[in-house]
């Protein structure tokens, strides 16, 4: 017993002694660690400081039920279920009885509210026993941020968010993903917290040890107003439709910014939502959209002009190295190259090309390369699609590619690549990277500015791009686009409808198009470029780019110009018109010359006379309306203070 005794006391002697600092880390490891508490996210505003994006703070109010001494819980326990009854409508005997039971657990990790915002958190710290803090009332305040969206589902996938899952992967989507992790994320603070058993942690006081740093405020180019028109334009045309997705994209000629961009996706139930970024990730055969690059390259490398001569048959045409023919929707027979891309015909712009670069492919490759087109934007949102372009040598090549290529099969572009080229052609040449972001502030103090980056000086020369903006207005005016045209307001763009999913077996019997429209407004003198794409719309209600897409361009357009302010410069307000010159003269010396002598006012409007005789303190009677014909009382007679005049039309 004394050896067994003695061996007792050495062990105990070891763990305080010898292991005890190892033993005490490791307890404390266990029973106490640091929590990181998440920093508000910086905001995302509008071009006009309109808020897009902000973290909310929300709160968990808890109470450690055994932490209060007896006396100060029996003193505030009434009082404070009164004051829970007085906030949430539950009965106070409910909140008394819970509590109390709590105690008796040895709860220390009680709900009282969860999810509450600010000003409920403030309002609840104050209720009685809850007022004494962690240490006397045994309050325990857990904070957490929750992203919101002020302009709920418009541009939400636009806009984005930065989430990361249990395993700590992050997911990055629209302009939050892009700047969270450099300017919006902010840095996180620390908070102490005990192990209070059944896996649950409770803070030791009520503040942060290490308080969070709130991350910068990012201020977009997006412009609500125009959002909005966006938003809704396309949202109309895909239910109208019934179509499986689309994307509208509103660009400033100038300076690249982003002024709206909306990507809408159609649920089972046929609603429409902000899927997916359609407009940056979607890389798709653009259709009669790319013949625009076709016909320029042919242009700027002096093989045709807009007047030469295509022979586009009957709507049908054999072409080398094809299996079966090129088709367009009717047969144009021989028609100019300009008067081609304005009824966007396949069997011509395929004519153009092959005559001119068959034996010479590369050559046609290079020019669309020297305009970087198979070279992604690299805007900041992630996700952007690659572009696609083949060339000889390249497995997906083929002796009909070029073919192809040339109305807009066989590669591949993204709405928003498509729209920097279209762009660039309002711009006269200056291909400029789409621009999301003008600025990130801390308050007001300017952190970084974000300018305009120039992709290419100049695309081509000013005779191309004086005849592709002319051929882009007949388009409009007598093409493709003609049901858009109106004479009150001018565009300029390019229809595009293009098969998708051509390759599947059942094609056939359910066709698939993408429907789409490229251009800008006003024509003459472009302030906005715009691109609207529609995926699968029903063919029973219709399926080309004119029809489905372009109604919402030209929505797009007109509402901009008539719902958005604009600031005009007035030369001048005054404008000289002798009669009514004459007439004030006139009126104005018989109200100067008649104060108590009654004046001639016949031939005068009616109510001139009765303006003119009330000012002299007379009282009028009107008979009729028009002229006056007639006056009771005659000219140059002496009248008195409310004496009656009657007046006859």
């Known amino acids: 017993m004394f050896v067994f005794a003695m061996a007792v006391v050495f062990k105990l002697c070891s763990i305080q002694f010898i292991q005890g600092d190892q033993y005490r880390s490791l307890a404390e490891e266990r029973t106490v660690k640091n929590v990181e508490i998440p920093a508000n996210r910086g905001n995302v505003y509008s071009a006009d400081g309109s808020l897009l994006a902000t973290s909310i703070p929300k709160y968990d109010i808890r109470i450690d039920a055994i932490q209060p001494k007896e006396e100060i819980f029996n003193k505030y326990i009434k009082s404070l279920a009164d004051s829970l009854e007085a906030y949430s409508g539950k009965p106070s005997s409910t909140y008394q009885k819970n509590i109390r039971k709590a105690r008796a657990n040895k709860n220390r990790y009680f709900l009282l509210a969860r999810n509450i915002s600010y000003s409920d958190y403030i309002r609840l710290r104050n209720f009685p026993m809850l007022e004494l803090g962690a240490i006397k009332g045994g309050l325990i305040v857990e904070q957490t941020t929750r992203r919101e969206h002020p302009m709920g589902g418009i541009a939400e996938r636009a806009i984005g968010y930065e989430r990361v899952d249990e395993d700590g992967n992050v997911s990055r989507a629209g302009i939050d993903g892009a700047f969270g992790e450099k300017y919006l994320r902010g840095v996180n603070g620390q908070r102490l917290k005990q192990k209070i058993g ?243 502030k801390e308050f007001d103090r300017e952190i970084e500015v974000f300018n305009k980056e120039v992709i290419h000086q100049k695309i081509c020369s000013d005779k191309t791009l004086n005849e592709i903006q002319e051929i882009l207005k007949n388009v409009v005016i007598r093409g493709t686009g003609r049901r858009m045209y109106s004479e009150n307001f001018s565009m300029a763009g390019k229809t595009g409808t293009a098969r998708t999913e051509y390759w599947m077996e059942d094609w056939s019997k359910n066709p698939r198009y993408i429907s789409s429209f490229a251009g800008y407004f006003p024509a003459d003198n472009p302030k906005y470029s715009c691109i609207v794409v529609i995926h699968k719309p029903s063919t029973k209600v219709g399926y080309y780019g004119a029809d489905v897409s372009g109604p919402v361009f030209k929505r797009i357009a007109q509402k901009i110009y008539t719902e958005t302010p604009l600031i005009d410069e007035v030369e001048s307000l005054e404008v000289v018109n002798t009669e009514v010159d004459e007439k004030y003269e006139a009126f104005y010396t018989i109200a100067q010359t008649y104060k108590t002598i009654m004046p001639n006012v016949v031939g005068l409007p009616a109510m001139d006379a009765l303006a003119l005789l009330e000012n002299m303190g007379l009282k009028v009677k009107m008979e009729g309306v028009g002229t006056i014909r007639s006056q009771s009382v005659d000219k140059g007679v002496k009248v008195k203070p409310n004496q009656v005049i009657v007046l006859r039309t």
């Open 198 to 440: 059944n896996g649950q942690w409770k803070p030791i006081v009520d503040y942060n040890q290490v308080e969070p740093q709130d991350g910068h405020d990012v201020y977009t180019t997006i412009d609500v107003n125009i959002q909005d028109i966006a938003h809704h334009s396309l949202l109309g045309q895909l239910e109208k439709y019934e179509a499986e997705h689309g994307c509208a994209v509103v660009m400033d000629v100038e300076t690249g910014e982003i002024k709206a961009i909306t990507n809408l996706a159609r649920t089972e139930k046929g609603n429409y939502y902000e899927k997916r970024n359609y407009a940056v990730w979607e890389s798709h055969e653009p259709g009669s959209t790319f013949k625009v690059m076709a016909m320029m390259a042919a242009l700027e490398d002096k093989l045709i002009d807009t007047s030469t001569v295509v022979d586009t048959k009957l709507g049908s045409k054999m072409f080398p190295r094809r299996r079966k023919p090129i088709t367009d929707s009717r047969g144009y027979g021989k028609i100019s190259a300009a008067r081609a891309l304005e009824v966007s015909s396949n069997i011509g712009l395929a004519t153009i090309i092959d005559e001119n670069y068959s034996e010479n492919p590369k050559k046609f490759i290079n020019r669309l390369k020297s305009w970087k087109l198979h070279e992604p934007l690299g805007v900041s949102i992630k996700g952007e699609g690659d572009p696609f372009i083949p060339e000889p040598g390249h497995e997906k090549w083929s002796r009909a590619a070029l073919q192809s290529m040339a109305f807009g099969y066989n590669l591949r572009m993204t709405p928003l690549q498509t729209l920097a080229f279209y762009n660039a052609l309002a711009n006269n040449g200056e291909m400029i990277k789409p621009r999301f972001i003008k600025a990130v």
